[in-house]
């Protein structure tokens, strides 16, 4: 079973930064693809970025050249830096695997930015 725990959301004014963490249970988190999601207030969950085991990234076209991804596996922590953020950002952001497992989605952290 994986325990996925977000946390480091926040409000933040446009233009602003913040840095999410992820912790993992289990030892699924160093063999796998991780990502971040996001679900905006009346819209459906939707990809953000990942990284492989191996370091490889995919990101949204939204996101791309603002927000970065970063792991440990050492310590089953996965982060997302969000700078530049912008209004269109506000949502409650959840890590899971790649592809997702129905089963590990955790509490989220909400992320607010101010226009």
């Known amino acids: 079973q994986v325990q996925l725990v977000e946390s480091g959301g926040g409000f933040v004014q446009a233009g602003g930064s913040l840095r999410l963490s992820c912790v993992a249970s289990?030892?699924?988190?160093?063999?796998?693809?991780m990502g971040w999601y996001r679900q905006a207030p009346g819209k459906q969950r939707e990809f953000v970025v990942s990284m492989s085991s191996g370091g490889g990234t995919n990101a949204a076209n939204s996101v791309k050249g603002r927000f970065a991804i970063s792991r440990d596996n050492a310590k089953n922590t996965m982060y997302l830096q969000m700078n530049r953020l912008k209004p269109e950002d506000t949502a409650v952001y959840y890590c899971?695997?790649?592809?997702?497992?129905?089963?590990?989605w955790g509490q989220g952290t909400q992320v607010t930015v101010s226009s």
């Open positions: 899971n695997t790649v592809p997702a497992r129905r089963d590990a």
């Open positions: 289990g030892s699924i988190f160093k063999f796998s693809t």
